[in-house]
């Protein structure tokens, strides 16, 4: 069974920055896709980001120019996230993908980390 640990989230004001981490348990080139969601209170839960094993990455346009996928050697997801608004407050989830096909569908993820709240106030 595949762990996913999420951490970083916080309570930051508007404008406020956050780096967000996913530990994998075991190495994530195991796997051809990385992405990060978020579901906020009565949403479904929503793609943030994705990056490839091939370092290809895919954002949400409400994520384009304010947040940032990236990942270590080994085991790590991140996501940066700059200029926070009070709209991205949501539990933030990482996820696997082994597939290629259907990068945009959270049922394709097969391991979920337990998601870190991120709230950002006005």
């Known amino acids: 069974q595949v762990q996913l640990v999420e951490s970083g989230g916080d309570l930051v004001h508007a404008g406020g920055s956050l780096r967000l981490s996913c530990v994998v348990s075991?190495?994530?080139?195991?796997?051809?896709?990385m992405g990060w969601y978020h579901q906020a209170p009565g949403n479904q839960r929503e793609l943030v980001a994705t990056m490839s094993v091939g370092g290809t990455t895919n954002y949400a346009d409400s994520a384009k120019g304010r947040f940032t996928i990236s990942r270590d050697n080994e085991n790590t997801v991140y996501l940066q996230m700059n200029s926070l608004k009070p709209e991205d407050t949501a539990i933030y989830y990482c996820a696997t993908y082994r597939g290629y096909n259907n990068i945009y569908s959270s049922s394709s993820y097969d391991y979920w980390g337990q998601g870190t709240q991120v709230t950002v106030s006005s």
């Open positions: 075991e190495n994530m080139f195991n796997f051809n896709v």
